[in-house]
């Protein structure tokens, strides 16, 4: 069919408005073909996310990106042992359901990527992250989160509170009646958080299995989730919780008057929450975006604004890593992105740890 010259004028008009809104979608620095990912995501209209993040601290990011691009989010928050279990289920059956798994369990991430199950991507915004922060072009930290303490202040008062990891295991010890059934931290074989928390604890420093014995000196009791631990301590149940989410903490303490958070002076770890794309994922291009965003400064900016520290040091909105070093006194220790995250994957280590474990517990 011949066009007018009329149509053919309005048909190229639109074409190159076309193009000029596709253009703007295109984020400065970006290379000019990205035009091309960023079409072909909207195309797909949809990105799945299997994660372990809470809702609430990811919903600024979620919101942010679909009202830039117009995408929906399918977010599926399974846990961190749900998101890892779902994606290799899925993948052997070869009905892969998501497009990226975002979760806190750094060492099950790494699992993930070492198996095959990660798709190699050069993400634009890599330049902007620190070096320990990414991983082969699969693996990408997109928070810095501190691991530390929460403790009821009508039980505890800050003054009294351990400053260090000596103080504590001290504390522990010499405090042991008091105490005894009202001391709380993570259950490694029930939380992939937690397992990961307490593993590498045992590498970075060498008290961890000094601090693990005088845990069961006061009989600790075991959790699943950080948010488990957070109601009881506010509760008076329990009058401290070691090796928690901080970053949560950070935040539940301005709601919480008798809730207080510490971090060690001496030593911070800090775990990521790492972000990777699957192999054979029912939406490929819209995973890449959305794993763009997160990564810029607008998409860190947004989840820093829900309560996870960036780990940019560009962002102004929230915490970001340089910005949290100061807050816990220069101590921050981020945990890197590496083949090290594997060494206690294998079934012989893990069972090794769980009896040493259990064993230092009283258990």
Same mark, same amino acid.
Request: hydrophobic share 45%.
């Given at each position: 069919m011949?066009l007018?010259r009329? %149509?053919?004028a309005l048909?190229? %008009? @639109?074409?190159a408005?076309? /193009? ?9 620095g970006?290379?000019?073909d ?5 079409e072909a995501a909207k195309s797909?209209?949809? =990105?799945?996310i ?7 601290? *990811? ?7 679909? *009202?830039k ?8 928050d399974?846990?961190t042992n749900?998101?890892?279990? !779902? ?5 052997a059956a070869?009905? $892969?359901?998501a497009?990226?798994v975002w979760?806190?369990a $750094?060492d099950l991430q790494?699992t993930l *990527?070492a198996d095959?199950?990660? #798709?190699?991507?050069a993400?634009? +915004?890599?330049s902007a992250l620190? #070096?320990?922060a990414?991983h ?5 930290a997109t ?15 800050p +003054?009294?509170f351990p400053k260090t !990891?000596a103080?504590?295991?001290?504390y522990?010890?010499d405090h042991?009646?008091e105490l005894?059934g009202k ?6 074989e029930k939380?992939?958080t937690g397992?990961?928390?307490h593993?590498n604890?045992?590498?970075?420093t060498d008290?961890?299995?000094?601090? @693990? ?9 075991t959790y699943?989730s950080s948010?488990s631990?957070? #109601? ?6 329990n009058?401290m919780?070691?090796?928690i ?11 919480s ?6 971090f060690g002076t001496?030593y911070?770890?800090a775990f990521? !929450?790492?972000?990777?794309l699957?192999?054979?994922a029912?939406?490929? +291009? ?5 794993l763009?965003?997160?990564l810029?400064r607008e ?6 604004k829900?309560?996870l520290?960036?780990? !940019? /040091?560009?962002?102004?909105e929230?915490?970001n890593?340089?910005?949290l &070093? ?5 101590s921050?220790k981020?945990?890197? =992105? ?6 206690f $994957?294998?079934?012989q280590e893990r =069972? /090794?740890?769980?009896?040493e474990? &259990? *064993?230092?517990?009283?258990?």
């Amino acid at each position: 069919m011949k066009l007018t010259r009329r %149509a053919f004028a309005l048909s190229c %008009a @639109a074409m190159a408005l076309a /193009g000029t809104a596709l253009a703007q979608d295109v984020p400065a620095g970006y290379p000019a073909d990205y035009a091309a990912t960023v079409e072909a995501a909207k195309s797909q209209g949809k =990105v799945v996310i299997y994660t372990s993040t809470d809702i609430a601290q *990811a919903q600024a990011l979620l919101d942010a990106f679909s *009202a830039k691009y117009g995408i929906a989010v399918e977010y599926n928050d399974l846990g961190t042992n749900g998101a890892y279990n !779902r994606a290799i289920s899925e993948a052997a059956a070869s009905q $892969m359901g998501a497009d990226i798994v975002w979760s806190s369990a $750094m060492d099950l991430q790494m699992t993930l *990527a070492a198996d095959g199950y990660a #798709e190699s991507y050069a993400s634009p +915004e890599k330049s902007a992250l620190p #070096e320990w922060a990414v991983h082969q072009d699969q693996l990408y930290a997109t928070t810095v989160e501190p691991i530390g303490a929460i403790y009821n202040t009508g039980a505890i008062k800050p +003054e009294a509170f351990p400053k260090t !990891r000596a103080e504590l295991i001290a504390y522990l010890n010499d405090h042991q009646g008091e105490l005894k059934g009202k001391v709380a931290t993570f259950d490694p074989e029930k939380s992939g958080t937690g397992f990961l928390h307490h593993t590498n604890d045992l590498v970075a420093t060498d008290s961890f299995w000094d601090l @693990a014995k005088a845990l069961g000196g006061v009989g600790v009791r075991t959790y699943s989730s950080s948010g488990s631990m957070k #109601e009881t301590v506010v509760s008076g149940e329990n009058v401290m919780a070691i090796n928690i989410i901080g970053s949560y903490a950070l935040d539940w303490v301005k709601q919480s008057p008798n809730l207080a958070v510490a971090f060690g002076t001496d030593y911070t770890a800090a775990f990521s !929450r790492l972000a990777l794309l699957t192999k054979s994922a029912p939406h490929p +291009e819209a995973g890449k975006l959305f794993l763009d965003f997160m990564l810029s400064r607008e998409g860190q900016s947004a989840l820093a604004k829900g309560g996870l520290p960036s780990v !940019r /040091g560009d962002v102004t909105e929230g915490l970001n890593i340089d910005s949290l &070093n100061d807050l816990v006194g220069g101590s921050l220790k981020p945990i890197a =992105v590496d083949d090290h995250l594997l060494k206690f $994957m294998s079934p012989q280590e893990r =069972v /090794g740890f769980f009896r040493e474990w &259990n *064993a230092a517990l009283g258990k």
